[in-house]
């Protein structure tokens, strides 16, 4: 009846207190409340031989603003108050970070640090692929591919670099010799795109190869953009669209679609070979794998194309003498700048331009924010030059090589570019020193040990090949005048992305 109903309504009317609770002031004492609790339960305090902890107040995320915010502060300030070694609570993790290069050694040697019980979960996270969690036997005929990216094989994935740069460029240069303007890290991007995906993935058998290129890169980027927050697990359902561009762009890789693809890079070919073995050749999971290897190979080569752009476009002394270089070089090797593309260079001619070479790696040094990081699968002692440490199962083992990329005692006014600092003696310079020792670890942009980056070879090469084009054959010019700075939202995860774009412009050359 309605008296029952009404009776029963009001069995269930608000509490009142219920209103005070809800009002802003009730709501931030019951955020407050869980707060505490939660940081109460997830408080974990130090065992004997473990290193020193961190205090931090906010649970889960622990000191991960601090370290988003200034890096650089954030480690060496934690690194005067707990020492070398530390353990630190970011993003649900706690890591014991290692700072003293001479001790990474132990890191590496450690077998029991695990390199997959990280970078599984990243690409379950990130690219959805699942199988890898639990399939070794997949996991270590995929890493006999990365062999594929070096040496002879090297040379060959050169050629289709140069191919590349010619169907990017030669239009250009058969044009007009007016300037054009562009943003100088979305014109990177672009180029550094289209290389690598030709490069390593082939040519487009499309007509409308322009269109389908820029929607791919388009979203790969838009995808790239939230690397970060996948990577430290966030719910892809919290990022907006990225769900479905993920979904569009491992379709546009899975078997069926990469065969429109003509020239694959013979890592491209036995990877499909070994991933065709473990998976029904139309299984989607195909392209999230491809997807991983796509993004391993632009992620960091783009920023890394655009910050030594920028330098460059900044420094006119640095500019002059890589012009210098390259002029030389050209020169001896009897090759003149006639009109069109006719530029050719061996890899060991590259390689003997080593101010280009100490360009890239500064720009390199400059704007690296990887770590390295290692699973600790069981508890275990790390035997250290002065002292053992304890590891609890679970957490993770950071070095973070920054700390020596921007350490004054390495490197003299490490904030400043110098485009000279890794030649000496008209050579690659590789020796510098801390606390007087010589060091193995002074430049880590690539990681170390056993995840150390198999595309290491091909990022400097094709970012050689670029800039040798467009020094070459174009005048480039700054125009804004606005310093560009890290904006770190990457920080642990590569090289970092720039706070703003700038426009610059580029003419033939008369
Ligand atoms: C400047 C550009 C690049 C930078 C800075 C860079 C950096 C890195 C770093 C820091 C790692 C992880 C190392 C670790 O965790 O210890 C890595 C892994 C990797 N990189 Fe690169 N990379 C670059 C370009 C490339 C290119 C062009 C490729 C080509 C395919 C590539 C393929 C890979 C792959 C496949 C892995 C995973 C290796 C594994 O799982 O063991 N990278 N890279």
């Known amino acids: 009846t309605a008296e029952d109903a009404s009776a029963g309504m009001g069995r269930f009317s608000p509490e009142p207190w219920l209103p005070q609770l809800l009002s802003p002031r009730g709501l931030a004492l019951a955020a407050a409340l869980l707060l505490l609790v939660l940081f109460l339960r997830t408080r974990r305090t130090r065992r004997p031989g473990e290193p020193p902890l961190v205090k931090s107040w906010l649970p889960f995320i622990g000191e991960a603003l601090k370290l988003q ?8 300030t934690l690194q005067k108050q707990y020492g070398d070694i530390f353990t630190v609570l970011l993003g649900g993790k706690y890591i014991t970070f290692i700072l003293d290069p001479f001790q990474y050694q132990s890191v590496i040697k450690n077998q029991k640090l695990s390199f997959r019980g990280f970078s599984n979960k990243v690409l379950l996270r990130v690219f959805s692929i699942k199988k890898l969690v639990e399939d070794d036997a997949m996991n270590d005929e995929l890493h006999t591919c990365y062999q594929l990216l070096q040496g002879r094989h090297l040379d060959m994935l050169m050629e289709n670099t140069m191919q590349s ?14 300037w054009h303007t562009e943003s100088l890290f979305t014109f990177c991007n672009s180029v550094i795109f289209e290389m690598t995906l030709t490069t390593v993935y082939g040519s487009i058998l499309l007509g409308h190869r322009k269109t389908f290129i820029t929607e791919l890169k388009d979203d790969f980027f838009k995808f790239d953009g939230k690397f970060t927050q996948l ?3 966030m719910p892809i359902e919290l990022l907006g669209n990225i769900k479905s561009i993920r979904l569009k762009l491992i379709k546009l890789l899975t078997t069926e679609n990469l065969a429109k693809f003509q020239g694959w890079s013979e890592v491209v070919q036995r990877r499909q070979d070994i991933l065709e073995k473990y998976y029904l050749p139309q299984d989607i999971e195909i392209g999230a794998h491809h997807l991983g290897l796509l993004w391993a190979s632009v992620a960091n080569t783009a920023p890394t194309m655009s910050w030594t752009m920028y330098y460059l476009l900044r420094n006119p002394e640095a500019m002059a003498v890589l012009r210098d270089e390259i002029d030389h070089l050209l020169q001896s ?33 400059l704007s690296s924010f990887s770590s390295t990081f290692r699973f600790v699968q069981e508890d275990l002692t790390l035997h ?18 920054p700390i020596l990329h921007y350490d004054p005692e390495i490197f003299e006014a490490p904030e400043e570019f110098r485009f000279d600092r890794f030649v000496e003696n008209g050579k690659k310079k590789t020796t510098f020193f801390k606390r007087g020792k010589k060091l193995k670890y002074y430049l880590m942009p690539f990681g ?4 150390k980056c198999p595309g290491r070879f091909l990022a400097v090469v094709e970012i050689k090949q670029l800039l040798v084009i467009l020094l070459t054959y174009f005048d480039l010019e700054i125009i804004d005048d606005k310093p560009v700075k890290l ?6 995860f590569g090289i970092q992305h720039p706070d ?11």
């Open 165 to 178: 740069l010619k169907q990017v460029f030669e239009p250009q240069l058969l044009k007009t010799t007016s």
């Open 69 to 76: 915010r200034d890096p650089i502060g954030f480690m060496t």
């Open 384 to 401: 250290l030059e002065a002292q053992d440490c304890c590891l609890r199962k679970g957490d993770f083992v950071g070095v973070f090589p």
């Open 231 to 233: 990577a430290s697990g």
């Open 333 to 365: 090797t009897g090759q003149k700048k006639g009109p069109g593309f006719s530029i050719h260079l061996t890899r060991e001619q590259l390689d003997s331009l080593v101010y280009l070479e100490s360009t890239i790696l500064e720009s390199l040094r």
């Open 448 to 451: 170390f040990g056993i995840s």
């Open 500 to 510: 703003s774009d700038v426009s610059f412009r580029y003419k033939v050359k008369s």
């Open 487 to 492: 904006n770190f939202s990457r920080s642990l």
